[in-house]
């Protein structure tokens, strides 16, 4: 076996290997053998038919396995030779490949590039005080009642905080909004809904909220909306102004539930302060948790900021398809038509590659680190992965289970998941801190 490396870049390289003819023909043997053993020709007992009519008998299969046997010889062998660690194949060219003849292949793969990691410990994160307010604590206590408020019918003008029935139909210049999106009833014309007087939550429309304080039942009035130049919900109303003939038909007010004994049984306390106290301690762990993730995020900008060098493109052509699907499908929970997608493809594809560079570059990163801290996958990792997966998406672990064994692409990503978070949580842990 003769082996030329050539390089294609910084990090993509191609193998050129020759395999004399005596490899290759030994190979074609060993698959002739094999396929032989199992062979059923009529006349003869299995294993025992002739070689040549085995070949005619067979052709295919002996071709394709043939085929597959000397590619894998030459991939590994030229890896071996070579010492190079590949990561991706991203082609290869496999020329002639007969019994008797010598057969040169050219694979070309993306490499672990070369680079020297830069000092990981000390990098500076900055956190904020877990210690919840007395006001933060009250909001929460409120929107606990919020939740279990009652809405009762108001004899007066609307306020804030009060939902309001109505009834509307939009024009944008004098043209009903349904001839510009047909598709989009709601945001045409509609006999009867509800909107939050003054709510902090934006409703389907902007702004119309904000204008129906001091109605009345029965009351009619023209109302003007703004849509923002990126109204990815409906796409024809972007930028446009369109007014809204409101016909108020009726007020509930929120009545907030009493703070009685039922209110603090049903959130598992027995009095206000002990419902304080737990209110408390659930805002700290929420703002430890999040003071976790803003230091794993300022420890990676940091690291990335150290260093720099060429990322494998395939890896973040791969990277780029996942962030891809994931605001795909994140968007389409929230409504945004499919079309809108498309309408922005180029935009969207370039947003996803350059944040696709930067995990790439991260994950190479921390892989190193990985490896020089002899970070490994134990059985309890996988067992904790296995346990919060099942629990997160209502799953039986034994189905997981079963999934990780059968699929040894998703069991490697997997392990390859914890490595990160391993190794993330090292450089946290190493990281100086101060409080804002």
Do not use: C
């Not at 849509?227 to 109303?237: D, I, M, S, T």
């Not at 039922?262 to 106290?277: I, M, N």
């Not at 999040?290 to 300022?298: F, H, P, S």
């Amino acid at each position: 076996m003769n082996i030329e490396i050539k390089d294609v870049s910084e990090t993509r390289k191609s193998l050129v290997i020759t395999l004399d003819r005596a490899e290759v023909a030994a190979e074609h043997q060993a698959v002739v053998g094999e396929i032989s053993k199992h062979a059923r020709l009529p006349g003869f007992r299995p294993g025992k038919a002739p070689a040549n009519l085995v070949l005619k008998r067979y052709a295919k299969e002996i071709g394709d396995e043939f085929k597959q046997k000397v590619l894998s010889k030459a991939y590994r062998g030229g890896l071996e030779q070579s010492k190079i660690e590949a990561l991706n194949i991203t082609d290869v060219q496999e020329g002639t490949l007969a019994p008797d003849q010598s057969a040169t292949i050219t694979i070309t793969l993306d490499v672990r590039p070369i680079f020297t990691l830069p000092d990981y410990t000390g990098l500076p994160t900055e956190i904020k005080s877990v210690d919840a307010t007395d006001a933060e604590v009250d909001a929460v206590i409120e929107g606990m009642r919020s939740e279990r408020a009652d809405f009762k019918v108001a004899e007066r003008p609307a306020a804030k905080g009060d939902y309001v029935k109505l009834a509307y139909e939009g024009t944008v210049d004098g043209k009903p909004v349904l001839d510009l999106a047909p598709d989009k009833q709601i945001y045409g014309k509609v006999p009867q809904t509800w909107e939050e007087v003054e709510g902090e939550n934006e409703g389907l429309i902007p702004g119309l909220g904000k204008q129906l304080a001091g109605l009345k039942a029965g009351d009619k009035k023209d109302v003007t909306v703004n849509f923002p130049a990126e109204f990815a919900a409906v796409p024809a109303l972007a930028g446009k102004t369109a007014v809204y003939a409101v016909e108020v038909q009726e007020i509930r007010e929120r009545v907030l539930p009493p703070m009685d004994e039922a209110f603090f049984k049903s959130h598992q306390a027995d009095d206000l302060e002990s419902l304080k106290v737990n209110v408390r301690n659930n805002l700290k762990g929420r703002k430890e948790h999040e003071n976790r993730q803003a230091q794993r995020r300022q420890v990676t900008e940091a690291l990335n900021a150290k260093v720099d060098f060429a990322v494998p493109e395939s890896l973040v052509e791969n990277e780029t398809q996942q962030v891809l699907r994931q605001f795909i499908e994140e968007n389409m929970r929230r409504g945004v038509p499919a079309e809108q997608f498309e309408k922005d493809k180029a935009s969207l594809h370039d947003g996803a590659s350059k944040a696709a560079r930067s995990r790439v570059k991260t994950q190479l990163i921390l892989a190193k680190i990985a490896e020089q801290e002899k970070i490994t996958v134990t059985e309890k990792d996988i067992d904790t992965f296995i346990y919060r997966e099942s629990v997160m998406n209502n799953q039986k672990p034994e189905k997981l289970v079963k999934e990780l064994t059968q699929d040894r692409e998703k069991l490697r990503s997997v392990q390859q998941s914890i490595i990160f978070d391993k190794a993330l949580d090292l450089l946290v842990s190493k990281a100086t801190v101060t409080t804002a």
